[in-house]
């Protein structure tokens, strides 16, 4: 113990740290001599002295190619992590240079996009001058990953996904209910005395296997004597799903703020069909083991405050 803790303290070098994430992802000497741009006799001895002072070994040779011990895996998790927080600090110190004093990076689901944060944006840019934001949309699942990597500082996701580690904090915002849409055209929108048994004639646009809503909303409509039909389109896309609308008579399944976004745009129609206790549970989660910037801080609470002003008009 007391010699792995002398030699991290005293001989690890960055070199180190990105010679194991390297490797780890290569899992081939050549392959990383290539791509750090060094001869392979170095890279096997930076390695070996590595492993030499730790008293650990951390990779093993198989006919695989080079696979990590569950030292090289634990070692390779916190060198990442090490990386990452250096990458940070030489993008603010970029952006402080530069002139742009706090720098952001939001993830956001596609259902709060286009209500959300064009709203939150303009507002940065009225109240600082000073500030740099990198928003990335996707799935909750993959927005997690991005925060606990560090390539986001806080995300707007569905809470209502999975259960989150302790290592993460939440602030829930509001819920977004789910509602049934069509194109202004589709013959719903004129039905008489519509029902949900009405839907089963025509094909769907849903939300992929793994979203959280996808499960919930297949149940519902099941319960609902709704014959789920074979000719479906499976997307997380927003601009995918309002094309397949405008294109055909699928049903889509969106987001009201979303829904009513196109609607207003003239180009969808809400059907009068109520999804009772089906919604988006929209919430802030940030990851508590990276410090944030007091600027950083914010920001979040403008974005906050942006949510709540929104949601009430």
């Known amino acids: 113990m007391a010699k792995i803790d002398h030699y991290l303290r005293s001989n690890l070098k960055l070199k180190h740290l990105q010679l194991l994430v390297t490797l780890d992802e290569m899992r081939h000497i050549g392959k990383v001599a290539n791509y750090l741009n060094v001869t392979q006799p170095a890279i096997s001895k930076t390695l070996a002295d590595f492993e030499e002072g730790l008293t650990i070994k951390l990779f093993d040779r198989t006919t695989r190619g080079m696979l990590p011990t569950e030292a090289g895996v634990c070692l390779v998790k916190y060198a990442k992590k090490i990386l990452n927080e250096i990458a940070s600090a030489r993008d603010d110190l970029v952006a402080i240079s530069e002139g742009r004093a706090t720098r952001i990076a939001i993830g956001l689901l596609p259902a709060v996009s286009l209500s959300i944060l064009p709203n939150f944006i303009a507002r940065v840019e009225n109240e600082m001058v000073s500030t740099s934001i990198n928003a990335r949309e996707g799935s909750s699942d993959v927005l997690i990953s991005l925060l606990r990597t560090g390539e986001l500082d806080v995300m707007i ?14 602030k829930h915002l509001y819920k977004d209910p789910i509602v049934v849409v069509v194109k202004k055209e589709h013959p719903l929108v004129t039905k008489q005395d519509l029902s949900w048994t009405d839907l089963s004639e025509f094909p769907m646009v849903l939300p992929p296997e793994f979203a959280t809503t996808r499960i919930v909303i297949e149940e519902f409509l099941l319960c609902h004597q709704v014959n789920l039909s074979k000719r479906y389109v499976e997307s997380l ?8 609308l405008l ?6 399944f969106l987001s009201f703020q979303l829904a009513d976004y196109f609607k207003k745009a003239n180009l969808v129609e809400i059907l009068p069909l109520t999804m009772k206790n089906i919604y988006i549970d929209i919430g802030l989660v940030w990851y508590t083991e990276r410090t944030l910037t007091p600027s950083q801080l914010n920001i979040i609470s403008m974005l906050e405050d942006t949510v709540c002003i929104s949601n009430l008009k």
């Open 157 to 170: 996701g569905n809470l209502a996904a999975k259960p989150l580690g302790i290592e993460f904090r939440t």
């Open 237 to 244: 896309s927003t601009l995918t799903n309002i094309g397949v």
């Open 247 to 252: 294109a055909t008579e699928s049903i889509g």
